[in-house]
């Protein structure tokens, strides 16, 4: 017994469970020789093993010490065509495994009847069933005290629960169906600890769009009301929130969602398939979720990732030949701090970058610290050890350039992938977890720096089975936790790997699933777009923050999977934009008409937005100067400026030096020279007043005048005549010769009846209507007058 105590790393109570085990394996060698002769099963019996089905669906407490009782319960199914008799469940305690890949060995082989099945503890601590019927499932609980399980040194145990019984074909009490999985034994406190950081991120799906209602408060408009779900109780966020707070992890959030989640607090509207909106609801709901993270994340440590997180491998591999790709980037960065510390009323580390899963090449470093990061989080099947160590080192490497790589556990971040909805699966990936930390730690007396990254959106089984995973970790005797600043400012390994692999490496299943380089070319050209029209606005920030943040979601990770819905999202921004842009624009004109050598051609400019428009040029062109010239040139420019809601009257002046249609084209400018809005294009009729018409026009009035002074005189003479027939006497007396002189004579009788006549002609013109004449010129004659403020649209 003392022997056995000065094995190395056993304490006496070990030893003596080490010395029964050994002693039990001399007495069972006769046993196991006589068996060795047995013929061995045919194919057929051991298919018809595989018939009984075993679900591990809760084993309790998942890392056992001293002194307690193990309880495991789930389900067996007879999935075969023959009844099972004289069944039992029994508990198998399997070989210490020494090494993480034995771990990787027997999980890949967990119902394996061809494998080891260990030695069944036995005795009172079974289930027994006399008959166990096809198709039929029977749910057992076995519980049993630690101690009766003979478990030696510190290390992780294979351990399975095994249902043995007989058919009629094989009439033979055989394990018919098994599970395996893992017991972690560490009853006392490690002498070297491993620091585990475990990332517990808050990230979602794109929620917003780029649209805002018209009024003051811009009322934000949402993709659908899927977020309201996930914040509501028992929603996918509001359990990571729930399990979070009570766990001494590291928060990684995406200040798209709390931004989305903020809006959600106030007005906000729910886009509909038919292009309608409704009234948003769920105030409340996002109110209570933003407090009650506010008060998880006190005193934690919240790294912050840029905005929307943006896909940093397709960035670096389709996006930097596109010009502008990388300073959205910089533009999600820049807004994180702004974001966060208003809402959680924390500041957030922002030194981190996370590339999908983890997998790094060169180019992917170099985008992701463009925007300020210095420190990468990769995983360990990426940035792979190459040195022949014998354990896990630590996360931190130093790659160059004052970049950090933090490496994290790739089994331990994959750990709970997949289907967890199903006790048994979240059952074995718990005990699995817990089995490669302890592996881990006992693999050298080093202390090392852990870090755990798992998944960016974890479902709520998956979740649930993190937060158990994690319960059970911090409350084991091999672990303490440690924040991830700290895990990336430890010192490294010098035998750790640094060197990064290279593109080629890149796993090509990550690489199916990027965004293409189209993609980029559409987010450009609508930056482009947004370019030329915020700066003709009043208030550039209307459009501005919102369509800078819907392009920051427009390269979000989380369309990885989902192309058709990330296209139709890029393709609603850029409709958006140019609906937008599209209301302001030049009103349509018919043809025109000019007559005269010189007139006014206007030309409206119509605003339908709820702010004014500057700093556009309106230019109009004529296309055969020759016959038309606008300004005295070829063109003539005016600046522009609109009131929201109203339009306005240009002004152009014009002059005619031949007669003949001419075309002349209408064109808004930015006042940096890049066209805004389509082009219009209008004739104008010229009709110029040519020498000849002169003359005979001259000629018309001059005869107009003449006979106007013919009238005249006639009229006088009239007058004369009746001055004289009243007074014929005193005429005579004064002056007989002069009646004879004032008098027409013969030669131009004009009696009352014809002067009645004249005046009758004369009323009859003057009520006649007006003649039509030749149609009104549609320019009016050349005005000075500057243009108008504008008038109001009615809409």
Known sequence: MAEAADFQGMSSSPARRWLRRTGALLA???????????????????ASSDAVSVSLDSLSPSVPLDGDTLTVSGTVTNNGKQAVTDAHVGLRVGPLLTTRSAIDTVAERSDDLQASVGSEVGGDYVEKFPKLSPGVAQHFSVSVPVDKLDLGRDGVYEFGVALSGQTTAQPWEQVLGIQRTFLPWQPDEADTKTKTTYLWPLISTVHMTAKTGAGEQQTPVFLNDDLAEDISPGGRLAQMLAMGKDLDVTWVIDPDLLASVDAMTRSYRIQGHDGTTTAGTHQAVAKQWLADLQKAVTDREVVALPFADPDLASLAHNGTSVTGSLSHLKDATDVVTNTVEPILHVKPTTD???????????????????????????????????????????????????????VADARLSTAFQGDLTKADSATL????????????????????????????????????????SITALQGGNWDESQELMSAAKAKPDPDATTRIPSTSAYPSWLRKQEMPRGAFGQIARTQDKLDNFQVILTDESRVATPFGRATNRGMSTSWRGRAGEANSFRQGVEAWLD?????????????????????TIPVTVQNNLVQGVDHLVLRLTSSNPTRLKIGGKAYSEQRVAVNGGHSQSVKFTTS???NGPVTVYAQLYTEDGQEYGGQVQFDVKVT??????????????????L???????????????????????????????????NS????????????????????????????????TPDTAPENTDPSGTGERVDR
Do not use: C, H
């Open 28 to 46: 069972g060698a006769p046993l196991l020789a006589g068996l060795l002769q047995l013929p061995s099963a045919t194919p057929a019996e051991a």
């Open 352 to 406: 981190f970058a996370w590339p999908v899963n983890g997998a790094v090449d060169p180019s992917i470093i170099k985008v992701a610290t463009s925007a300020g990061a210095d420190m990468v989080i990769a995983r360990s099947d990426s940035l792979q050890e190459t040195g022949g160590l014998t354990y896990t080192p630590s996360a931190a490497r130093p790659i160059g350039g004052g970049t950090t790589a933090v």
């Open 429 to 468: 990936a718990v005990q699995e977890f817990l089995a490669q930390s302890l592996a881990l730690n006992v693999q050298t007396a080093k202390q090392r720096n852990i870090v755990v990254a798992p998944q960016r959106m974890p479902s709520s089984s998956q979740a649930q089975a993190m937060a158990q």
């Open 579 to 599: 609906e937008l842009t599209d209301q302001v624009k030049l009103i349509d004109k018919s043809e025109t008409k000019l007559s005269g050598r010189s007139a």
């Open 656 to 658: 005619a030096n031949a």
């Open 688 to 705: 110029e007043v040519t020498p000849t018409v002169m003359l005979v026009i001259g000629g018309g009035v001059l005869l107009l005048v």
């Open 707 to 741: 006979a106007g002074f013919r009238m005249y005189t006639q009229r006088k003479r009239a007058a004369a005549k009746e001055a004289a027939e009243d007074g014929p006497e005193e005429a005579g007396e004064d002056d007989p010769e002069e009646a004879d002189e």
């Open 744 to 775: 027409d004579g013969p030669e131009n009788p004009e009696g009352p009846g014809d002067r009645l006549q004249e005046e009758s002609d004369a009323r009859s013109r003057a009520d006649d209507p007006e003649q039509p004449s030749d149609p």
